[in-house]
T-cell receptor
Framework: DTGVSQDPRHKITKRGQNVTFRCDPI?????LYWYRQTLGQGPEFLTY????????KSRLLSDRFSAERPKGSFSTLEIQRTEQGDSAMYLC??????????FGPGTRLTVT | AQSVSQHNHHVILSEAASLELGCNYS??????LFWYVQYPGQHLQLLLK??????LVKGIKGFEAEFIKSKFSFNLRKPSVQWSDTAEYFC??????????FGAGTRLTVKP
């Protein structure tokens, strides 16, 4: 296990379509986070899981966004009815309770 | 609103110059502080962190940062930068074991 992986790395979709991203954390990490990063900004927190429980969700996470971590391992982030404003880099990170985040490479979403 | 502020959007230096990047935060609780770096085309990597103890922390690649509680600051320093330090630098804070909040980032360009 060499780190956090995300799939796909790039996604281009048309407005109104649904997209799903996957994150595989470091296996011994019990916390998993999703962030969104737009150009010129730092990552913005979306949501986080402790094992399979989703413990916190940002106001940025509208009803069109849903995240799951069904077995406490990998996680998925789904965006329904995508909008152009959803275009961003979606970052996943994992951590042990030490809170040091290890980030994945991100999924770059472009909504046309 | 609680926030993390990075004062410099873009810093341009010549090799061997000294570096200081400012970071201020507005959280009043117990904080954990981080600096992450993102090299061109790569994902976010941890440079250094502060949890408690000595307020002067040393990280990788010769970077250090000083936590000044009275100033709510955690500035990043390096005595002599190299061309390979060209990257984007993000300050981040975790307050009371909650989610991580990032500054907007500082782009560092080092001229050879």
């Amino acid at each position: 296990d060499t780190g956090v992986s995300q799939d796909p790395r790039h996604k281009i979709t048309k407005r109104g379509q649904n997209v799903t991203f996957r994150c595989d954390p470091i296996s011994e990490h019990n916390r998993l986070y999703w962030y969104r990063q737009t150009l010129g900004q730092g990552p913005e927190f979306l949501t986080y899981f402790q094992n399979e429980a989703q413990l916190e969700k940002s106001r940025l996470l509208s009803d069109r966004f849903s995240a799951e971590r069904p077995k406490g391992s990998f996680s998925t982030l789904e965006i329904q009815r995508t909008e152009q404003g959803d275009s961003a880099m979606y970052l996943c990170a994992s951590s042990e309770t030490s809170a040091v985040h290890v980030f994945g490479p991100g999924t770059r979403l472009t909504v046309t | 609103a609680q926030s993390v502020s990075q004062h410099n959007h873009h810093v341009i230096l010549s090799e061997a110059a000294s570096l200081e990047l400012g970071c201020n935060y507005s959280y009043g609780g117990t904080v954990n502080l981080f600096w992450y770096v993102q090299y061109p085309g790569q994902h976010l990597q941890l440079l250094l962190k502060y949890f408690s103890g000595d307020p002067l922390v040393k990280g990788i690649k010769g970077f250090e940062a000083e936590f000044i509680k009275s100033k709510f600051s955690f500035n990043l320093r390096k005595p002599s930068v190299q061309w390979s330090d060209t990257a984007e630098y993000f300050c981040a804070v975790i307050e009371n074991n909650n989610d991580m909040r990032f500054g907007a980032g500082t782009r560092l360009t080092v001229k050879p």
